[in-house]
């Protein structure tokens, strides 16, 4: 897997169909940042997160940094790493989301893909409009908490 360029920016909201096999197409502008490669893990919230590979090196490296005498350190340690998956996208675009994981997000057909910047998070699209109706309805109060003026 070849290095990615820091200045990938995931960005929109994209509804798409998983398959019976837990093949997902990725937007097609998602799939040109992560054409030479990625991971796939857990996220926060039960969803799933795709990382570029130099963005992945990133997380390792904060990984790296959790002491392993520390349990809980240790534990979400083992918990991202061991849930994580490098992926190719095949000749059609798509990704194959592996059981485990499908469960762990509640996928089952209907999946929104969502661009959070640095990464890819994969979402159960009911939940998603869920959580996002949730946000939107207190983004002014999120604003101020914390003290950022974006618009």
């Known amino acids: 897997m070849e290095e990615q360029d820091d200045s990938a920016e995931f960005l929109g909201t994209h509804h798409h169909a998983m398959d019976t096999k837990g ?4 937007p097609a502008t998602f799939r040109e940042l992560l054409k030479e490669g990625m991971v796939m893990t857990i996220g926060y919230d039960n969803c799933l997160t795709l990382q570029t590979t130099s963005e992945w090196k990133k997380t390792l490296t904060t990984l790296r940094s959790l002491k392993t005498s520390n349990p809980r350190e240790r534990l979400f ?5 061991s849930n994580a998956e490098p992926q190719t996208l ?3 675009g798509r990704i194959s989301i592996p059981q485990d994981l499908r469960e762990y997000a509640r996928l089952d057909k ?3 893909v969502v661009g959070a910047v640095t990464r890819v998070e994969i979402w159960d699209a009911g ?3 869920e959580y996002e109706g949730g946000g939107l309805s207190n983004l002014a109060e999120l604003s101020a908490e914390f003290d950022i003026n974006i618009f």
Do not use: E, F, G
């Open 77 to 81: 340690t083992r918990l991202v790493a």
């Open 127 to 129: 939940r998603w409009d």
């Open 23 to 26: 093949r997902l197409v990725l």
């Open 110 to 112: 209907d999946v929104a």
């Open 90 to 92: 095949d000749k059609q």
